[in-house]
Nanobody
Framework: QLQLVESGGGQVQAGDSLNLSCVAS????????LGWFRQAPEKEREFVGT????????LYADSVQGRFIISRDNAKNTVYLQLNSLTPEDTAVYYC????????????????WGQGTQVTVSS
């Protein structure tokens, strides 16, 4: 069992940065692949990025490549999402997700989900 709690969302201006955190409670955090997804108003939830459990390699959606950075600190049971050069199109609820010894770009690859944190970017 793994419980995930996101934090760090807020309301910012276009061009600003935010750093989201997702803290996991449970064992063997270092054996979990971790993903970030987001859901904008009236849109389906979409993949943002993911980081592997084994090598720490990260993959990103084209829409955030070069602007967002995923990292993890296994000692703190935490995964981070650094959001840079934010635009109003980045406004969404951001969710972290986890799955044991698995990672990917699809929602159904993740067994555990957080409750989400709101990011609002104004122009």
């Amino acid at each position: 069992q793994l419980q995930l709690v996101e934090s760090g969302g807020g309301q910012v201006q276009a061009g600003d940065s935010l750093n989201l955190s997702c803290v996991a409670s449970g064992r063997a955090f270092n054996r979990y692949g971790l993903g970030w997804f987001r859901q904008a108003p009236e849109k389906e939830r979409e993949f943002v990025g993911t980081i592997s459990w084994e090598s720490g390699v990260a993959l990103y959606a084209d829409s955030v490549q070069g602007r967002f950075i995923i990292s993890r600190d296994n000692a703190k049971n935490t995964v981070y999402l650094q959001l840079n050069s934010l635009t109003p199109e980045d406004t969404a609820v951001y969710y972290c997700a986890a799955d044991r010894e698995n990672w990917g770009i699809h929602e159904n690859e993740y067994h555990y989900w957080g409750q989400g944190t709101q990011v609002t970017v104004s122009s």
